[in-house]
């Protein structure tokens, strides 16, 4: 490369720095910002008083604010489920009694979804907050549902404490989207303008051969961010170029999943949450094996095979699904992690797809 060449890119490393620090994780956020983010949620005041209440907003980055967010629901979750735990016992009318051992049941889960969020701040996962996020306020939400088809009175006010913490989750949904909107336009800044400094392929160019790929894909927009998150993987956009790394992403996928399975099977103290984790974790595990199966199909050139791999993929999918029905007890929420893990395989249905109708034309 020519020191013409190697200069422009390094302006170039400084112009995107420099356009990104106001926003960056590691700078201020501004009460501007706050207020901005604030926005987003059902009431921008509240919220602005809530986050400012806390002594460390006064010089807080993305990150810091994220965390300030997180502990604010985090203790007031807490608080509710140890007056969740008073009320259920002193109530004397059986019908609160019930509903408050439901609720108490969904604020444990909450509280263990908000607790793995903040190890996944900490250890810069960022991109799986999101995940956690969801999870406590589907819980919330439960307790709700629950809380509204109450009859009796609700002497101890708790649909209002819950609605507080409904509100504060929301909070944390915003300032960790905004930690990952910054660190994810970091990265895409990289490579989406460096790398066609170095002489490779353009990659607005590779960006929308990608995006056409995700349209095909049911969940467009979940395609995109799992694309986006791991764009640097995908050296080449042609039919093959998207297929290898596509698969490999799949049975990462599958493994992350079949490993948190064997931990709830491990931890879990009920009996019938026991046989159902091992069970879909078997099935996690055969459908690791298939793509790795269907990898080596695709190393040797013998794409006409991968599609009775991906068939028996989704089989192993449904599979744990049934066990994990609509009406059954899941408060690890794997139900949400099949979910997750259909896009990978659509995706890789799609790819395959078009990996042999370019085969078949040729």
Known sequence: MSISGTS?????????????????????VTDTKIRQL?????????????????????????????????????NKANKVHSQLNS????VQVSHLRNIYNLCTKNYEDAIHDLEVAKKNLKSGAYKNMPIQVKDAFEEIKSCENVLNGATSTDDADIKKKNQDVKFLVSI?????????????????????????????RDDSDKENDLRDLCSQVKKSKECLDIIKSEFRRFEDTDCKGVAGPVIDLAREKAEEIRDML???????????????YISCSKNYNDASRDLDLAKRYFDSNDYQHIPVQVDEIEQELKNCKRE???DAFDPAH????????RVYVDLVKVAIDRLLKKNDRN
Do not use: Q, W
């Open 8 to 28: 422009s890119v390094l302006i170039l490393i400084s112009i995107v720095f420099a356009s990104i620090a106001p926003s960056s994780a590691g700078n201020k």
């Open 38 to 74: 604030c926005s987003k949620t059902s009431n921008l005041m509240v919220c602005y008083k809530l986050l400012k209440s806390d002594h460390r907003t006064a010089n807080v980055d993305a990150k810091g604010l994220a965390e300030i967010s997180v502990d604010l629901a985090y």
């Open 87 to 90: 009320f259920a016992k002193a």
């Open 172 to 200: 944390v949904k915003v300032t960790a989207d905004n930690l990952n909107k910054n660190t994810m336009f970091i990265a895409l800044l990289l490579a989406f303008a460096i790398p066609s400094s170095l002489g490779h």
């Open 262 to 276: 064997n931990g709830l099977h491990k931890d879990s103290r009920d009996d019938k949450l026991k046989d159902k």
């Open 324 to 326: 994990f029905n609509k």
């Open 334 to 341: 794997i139900r949400n992690r099949s979910k997750e893990f």
